[in-house]
């Protein structure tokens, strides 16, 4: 049966969502307060990571966010604050930052990866697309033995799971990258990865999402939401009222101002993100991160993108100069020979990432409200899971059987 369903969030998440949703012969409208050229879907690495097995509330985490805090160009950093659900979030995390939690987790993070790698891989593969898209696989850099061989335990635990894993010397690692001049002692190299050019597939697939009937409402805020027996029965933003069978709740770090008004505590946290592009010849061919640092470095089509940092400090925009220069001055360190200009720096862009507490996402219905499908909390794997993360919510709202299991997902999951 057709529903009219309403998606609260442009990003690659609402948009993904949007594509399957209409393609099983629902009504779509997709609502953005941005122009749909901006926003962590836009300044991400591109990366499509099976490889990312270990979820963000790692043991050890707590030690080092304590350690980071009090250095604000350190990879994670969490910006203290007398903030309740920031204080309930910070609880919970803790909570899921065990070997237990995290061993649980990996089949389940591998599993949604590479369904939505397939499912980026059948966008490719159609004629209703021509993006940048390549599966080079990913290198993890290092310049120390004892980070080399902690990287090395993630791979040997990725191999047991069938994903392809290497350990590469330096000389190694220079035949896959010869003219990358790399500053490191090797990499553990993942060939099951693949990048993208983030924004080509996002103007693509707007475009594409525009042609063949979804509504797109673009500089437009969502206000409030009309609820009645638990079910929301019309949208309310700065500019109408939308009538609606169903909502998709995709907004990002901004989903728990929402889901607020519906009694539903969502645990999320903004991590902010920032990416420096450089548009000029750097020798990179692999995507790589660059381990002690924590920097992503992706060859994207006509660019260079440096990404990185993982800022817990609330909703905001602001742009810290100190971890700008965290993420420049690793690109020189890695990189012999690699000069990032002032200029490059002040084109600097930074983007939200919505972190569960868990390094789960939340996807699926809250017992809340009856019509209201969640698909956030994706933290540093937004972009991966984006296509993944749209077709379990159209299953859900057409009332298919999904074709991975929820339960991990559940947005009332306990932590």
Known sequence: MSKKVVIIGGGIIGLSSAYYLQKEGHQVTVIDKSDFTSGASYVNAGYITPSHIISLAAPGMITKGIKWMFNSSSPFYVKPRLDAEFLKWIWAFKKSANAKKVESSVRIIKD????????????????????????????????????????????????????????????????????????????????????????????????????????????????????SNNTISKVITDKRELNADEVVLAAGSWSPLLSKKLGLNLLIQAGKGYRINIERETGITIPTILMEAKVAVTPMNGFTRFAGTMEIGGINHTINPVRVNAIADAGQNYYNGLKITEEEKKEVQCGLRPCSPDGLPFIGKSSKCINLTIA???????????????????EIISEQKPTLDLKPFHPDRNF
């Open 112 to 227: 949604i990866n590479l369904l939505s790698r397939d499912l980026f891989e059948a966008f490719k593969a159609s004629n209703e697309f021509d993006f940048h898209y390549e599966r080079k696989g990913l290198l993890m850099a290092y310049q120390t033995e004892k980070v080399g061989e902690e990287e090395w335990k993630v791979g040997q635990r990725a191999i047991q799971e069938g994903l392809g894993v290497k350990n590469l010397s330096k000389k190694e690692v220079e035949k896959l990258e010869p003219n990358a001049n790399l500053n490191i002692k090797g990499a553990v190299y993942y060939d099951c990865d693949s990048h993208m050019t983030p924004s080509h597939f996002m103007s693509q697939m707007v475009n594409y999402l525009k042609t063949i009937g979804v509504e797109i409402l673009a500089q437009e805020e969502v206000k409030d939401v009309v609820v």
């Open 376 to 394: 956030s909390g994706h933290a540093m794997m937004g972009w991966s899971l984006g296509p993944a993360t749209g077709k379990l919510v159209s």
